[in-house]
């Protein structure tokens, strides 16, 4: 026998492993989506997101303060509005829940970098990421003026990013331009460059209280395109793109991979409402455990190049964090 490579010399022990080991995750890295619903007294658990809640605007404050004691790395704001109507009002009023809740972020945590979702679903009553023409389809063009108005809207109220979720051609652009006659050249894009029409943010719509009849193949992506991912991610950081996002997370790491090694801005990965259900669904029934496989997943999606992942288990990963340290 005469081996040269026993490649598990550096498996043998705690201690060598952790010498030796590639990937890590870090609190600094892990970006909390939040979820503030219009005129809730108390917060209200999301049935299909165990240890989700949509809050209040209190409890989203108390919420925020624990997540910056935790030492996790940014917030992400979802507004869900009593109103919706067909061009998505309360998205643009600087009064509306969004707005308000980026407000009471901003002077809960100073210092915490704010992400404010951009896009008009949670705000129109049919449930679309824009508003319609009058065929009932998805108009570009004019949803991009309310996209406009909708980033200063959020900057004013004090959001260090905006977050364009709505897969609209030319919506960075638009917006940092926006941003940028409003004299708010130092708010950031953070650009939803690949997202995929997915099954997995089927919680995600009993979050947000969703209308969607229908579904959004016209302007998110096909899981079958790869290759469609590089020219969305090209074109979002030509339009100025501080940030480029790829989402889903665990269903898409080889897309993320690519598009790591082909910019030169931070990538960021969300770990959608549905991968969060699917392991919190078979950690409940003693399928697997739990704690491994919330580690396992979001290290997963470190190596696979995310600076940044949005995840719902931020705050209680960074707790795990910073005992295991
Ligand atoms: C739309 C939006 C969605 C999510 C974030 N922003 C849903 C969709 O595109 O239908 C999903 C997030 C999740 O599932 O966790 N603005």
Request: with cysteine; charged share 20%.
């Amino acid at each position: 026998m005469n081996m040269v490579e026993r490649p598990r010399r550096l498996r043998q022990s705690v201690g060598v492993r952790r010498l030796v080991a590639e990937t890590r995750l870090h609190p600094s890295n892990l970006v909390l989506p939040m979820f503030v619903v219009e005129g809730l007294a108390e917060p209200r658990p999301i049935e299909s997101m165990p240890g989700v809640v949509q809050h209040s605007l209190a409890s989203l404050a108390e919420a925020a303060r624990q997540a910056q004691q935790a030492g996790i790395g940014g917030l992400m704001l979802f507004g869900i509005p009593t109103h919706k109507d067909a061009v998505g009002s309360e998205a643009v009023n600087p009064d509306g829940i969004l707005a308000a809740g980026v407000r009471t972020l901003a002077a809960a945590v100073p210092g915490m970098p704010i992400i404010a979702d951009l896009c008009l679903d949670e705000f129109t009553d049919h449930g679309h990421c824009g508003v319609l023409d009058e065929h009932g389809q998805v108009a570009n063009d004019p949803t991009l003026t309310r996209y406009r108005e909708m980033a200063t809207v959020l900057a004013d109220a004090g959001a260090t990013m905006v977050g364009t979720s709505g897969m609209m051609d030319g919506q960075v652009a638009a917006v940092r331009d926006a941003l940028d006659k409003a004299g708010r050249t130092d708010t950031l894009v953070l650009a939803y460059a690949a997202k995929y029409a997915s099954a997995f943010y089927g919680p995600f719509r009993e979050a947000v209280a969703s209308s969607l009849r229908g579904d959004r193949r016209s302007y998110q992506q096909d899981p079958a395109n790869g290759v469609e991912a590089r020219r969305e991610v090209r074109l979002d950081v030509a339009e100025g793109a501080d940030i480029v996002m790829v989402k889903p997370a665990l269903g898409y790491l080889d897309v993320l991979a690519e598009v790591t090694a082909m910019v030169d801005v931070p990538t960021a990965a969300y770990v959608v409402s549905g991968e969060y259900a699917m392991v919190e669904a078979a950690a409940a029934n003693g399928w697997i455990d739990r704690d491994r496989a919330v580690l396992e997943a979001l290290t997963s999606v470190r190596r696979a190049g995310a600076t940044i992942i949005c995840t719902y288990w931020a705050v209680e990963v960074a707790g795990w964090l910073r005992e295991r340290s």
